[in-house]
């Protein structure tokens, strides 16, 4: 009974630690393409204040052109 008690103890802790690890690599992922997705609006500010074409800026930045309709 008590050797029971203690793997089910023992797995339940284990498949914490093991959802918080996932919960942390999704977390960082997600940053890294906040990131990315932060960088490529910035380019496009400038290349818009540049006068390029929206077209164009959407082939270099690969962001949508939704993201320059207000």
Excluded at 26 to 39: A, N
Excluded at 65 to 70: L, S, W, Y
Aim: aromatic letters at 2%; a negative charge; one cysteine or more.
């Amino acid at each position: 009974q008590l050797q029971l008690e203690f793997a089910l103890k023992k797995g339940r802790e284990e498949g914490r630690e093991e959802g918080r690890e996932e919960g942390r690599v999704e977390g960082r992922e997600e940053g890294r393409v906040e990131g990315r997705e932060e960088t490529a609006v910035e380019i496009a500010k400038s290349l818009l204040s540049r006068g390029l074409a929206v077209e164009d800026i959407c082939e270099i930045t690969g962001l949508p052109a939704e993201k320059f309709t207000d």
